[in-house]
């Protein structure tokens, strides 16, 4: 039989256009010139904070529902969470309202799962300590937070994780602005030295064996902005990615 001469198109689930459409409608994206955790200057930014009426906080832990249903069924090496941690600040109010989700999906599977996250400042009176919900002590826990820039957030979780006496089996987010790691010359001086690096996604991989997963990436997000937003950000974005895009 002769091979199809058909082009092959990829099939997008219908969680991910509906996230995409949420976060046009959220405004989620907004341009300009933002400091990033890892200190670079962006000419766009992902506001998860953005999704704070219902529908938009319904949406987004839709999203990550299906997306970490997918993702655990796609790595059957990865034990059952005990527990899901979202990171301060905005990983708190996303672990509470997927684990919601996850739990009017498939019952039976996520009734015994435990939200979990961490205060930036430790409290000293009342239960006191630095993780408000579920013990981290000998759970296996999936770590879930809204964007992945340079890493040093899901560095800091994997740690604290640690530290607490749990193990990270999987890490999912948002979005992966599929940036490069930072390399020697950036983490001491601030400056890039304009060489390849992998994406901060699968160097966490690498090092840590931890499987990772994302809703969207900054080309799903461009991909929906052509043509509805202003000529001139989609350029500044497309200048910084060219410039930060890892080689993975
Ligand atoms: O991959 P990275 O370079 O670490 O950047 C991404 C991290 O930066 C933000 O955290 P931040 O603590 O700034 O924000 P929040 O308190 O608003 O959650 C964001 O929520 C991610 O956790
Ligand atoms: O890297 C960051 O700090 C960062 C990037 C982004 O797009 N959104 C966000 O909340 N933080």
Partial sequence: ???????????????????????????????????LKSGRQSPYFFNAGSFHTSPLLSAISTAYAHTIISFLSSHPSIPKPDILFGPAYKGISLACSTLLELYRLD???????????NRKEAKDHGEGGGIVGASLKGKNVLVIDDVITAGTAIRETIRLVAKEGG????????????????????????????????????????????????????????????????????????????????SD
């Fill in 1 to 35: 039989m002769a091979a199809s001469t058909q082009p092959t198109t990829s099939i997008i689930p219908a969680y991910k256009t509906a996230f995409l459409q949420s976060c046009l409608s959220a405004n989620v994206l907004t341009f300009g010139t933002f400091t």
């Fill in 107 to 117: 019952p039976q599977t996520w009734s015994s799962v435990s939200y979990s996250f």
């Fill in 167 to 246: 193990k990270v089996v999987g890490f999912v987010v948002a979005l992966d602005r599929v940036e490069k790691m930072p390399g020697p010359r950036e983490e001491e001086e601030g400056v890039d030295d304009g060489e390849p690096r992998m994406s901060a996604l699968g160097q966490i991989k690498r090092e840590f064996g931890v499987q990772t997963a994302s809703i969207v990436t900054s080309d799903d997000l461009i991909a929906v902005l052509r043509g509805k937003g202003d000529e001139g950000d989609i350029k500044r974005l497309e200048e910084y990615r060219r410039r930060y895009l890892a």
